[in-house]
């Protein structure tokens, strides 16, 4: 009987990670769901429990060390395992560069960089104390392989969780620990809402101008669903992918060539 895999998903509450955590429970993993919001989180635990799967909400801000450390421990603790990390909590600032904050450019990579290392450690000591290797996948974006107007903090972000990608997963490998990396498109969830909707305030327009600036660009012609990301995440998370490691993998309706 094969010992069932436990996979923790951070900024689980909504969206992308919301899908990834109900899809992972769909392919048999216990998921810890880790968010900001300790009642949004609970609320998506709830109807993966409703639906037969196994799960447990843990509030933590991943730009909080001690907090990602807690909540993977408390994930080894509850579940008795723990194999897949799943680091896609992210913020997405909007705005031209000459508008750009300290503030905006601190917080946003405290968050969006700051947490994928901060999940990254964990990860491993939990995986060396449990004496087997694991997955790490983290969230980066099409706009972490082309710089897109309005988005120079978020998508140096992003950048950057590709290239934190590679070098983890060479460190790593010895330790039987692959890296990879999802790189949505346009993917329908609040963030994305709120982005096109501060293009268009930016620059005087309508919202559904604001997500056209983005959509005119999808070969396929329509928006992501989550879904479309987590069949992306469900692969990674499989032993199907465990001879791929350190890629930043591009799933965006055919947006970005590379
Ligand atoms: N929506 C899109 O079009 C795309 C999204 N992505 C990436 O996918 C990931 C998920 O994006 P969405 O689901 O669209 O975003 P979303 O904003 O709808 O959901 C993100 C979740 O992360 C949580 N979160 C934010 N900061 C946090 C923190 N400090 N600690 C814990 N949780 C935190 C939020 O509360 C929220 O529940 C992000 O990393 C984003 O950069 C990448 C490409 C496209
Ligand atoms: C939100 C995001 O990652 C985009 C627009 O690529």
């Known amino acids: 009987m094969t010992k069932q895999q436990v996979a923790l998903i951070t900024g689980a509450g909504q969206g992308i990670g919301k899908s990834i955590a109900e899809r992972l429970s769909h392919d048999g993993f216990a998921v810890a ?9 609970q609320a998506v635990a709830k109807e993966i429990k409703n639906n037969g799967g196994d799960s447990f909400a843990i509030k933590a801000d991943v730009s909080k060390r001690d907090e990602v450390f807690n909540a993977v421990k ?12 799943v680091n ?10 000459e508008n750009v904050t300290p503030n ?3 917080s946003t990579f405290q968050i969006n960089v700051g947490g994928v290392i901060w999940g990254t450690q964990a990860a491993i000591k939990a995986f060396k104390l449990l004496n087997h290797g694991g997955k790490i996948i983290n969230g980066s974006s099409q706009a ?11 998508g140096a972000t992003k950048f950057a969780i590709r290239g934190i990608t590679q070098t983890t997963s060479k460190e790593l490998a010895e330790d039987n620990i692959t890296v990879n990396a999802y790189c949505p498109g346009i993917v329908k969830t609040p963030m994305m809402d709120d982005i096109a909707k501060n293009v268009a305030k930016n620059a005087g327009k309508s919202e559904e101008w604001g997500m056209q600036q983005f959509a005119k660009s999808i070969s396929l ?4 669903n989550p879904s479309d990301v987590s069949n ?3 692969f990674l998370a499989s032993k199907d992918s465990n001879y791929i490691t350190g890629q930043s993998i591009l799933v965006d309706g055919g947006m970005v060539y590379r």
Do not use: C, M, W
């Open 74 to 85: 408390e994930t080894q603790d509850h579940f008795g395992d723990f194999n897949v990390l």
């Open 221 to 224: 012609g329509r928006l992501s």
């Open 232 to 234: 992306l995440v469900s």
């Open 104 to 106: 905006e450019l601190e």
């Open 88 to 97: 896609n909590a992210g913020v997405a600032p909007t705005d031209p560069i």
């Open 144 to 154: 972490g392989q082309e710089g897109n107007p309005n988005l120079t903090v978020y």
């Open 33 to 41: 769901l880790l968010g900001r919001h300790l009642d949004k989180v």
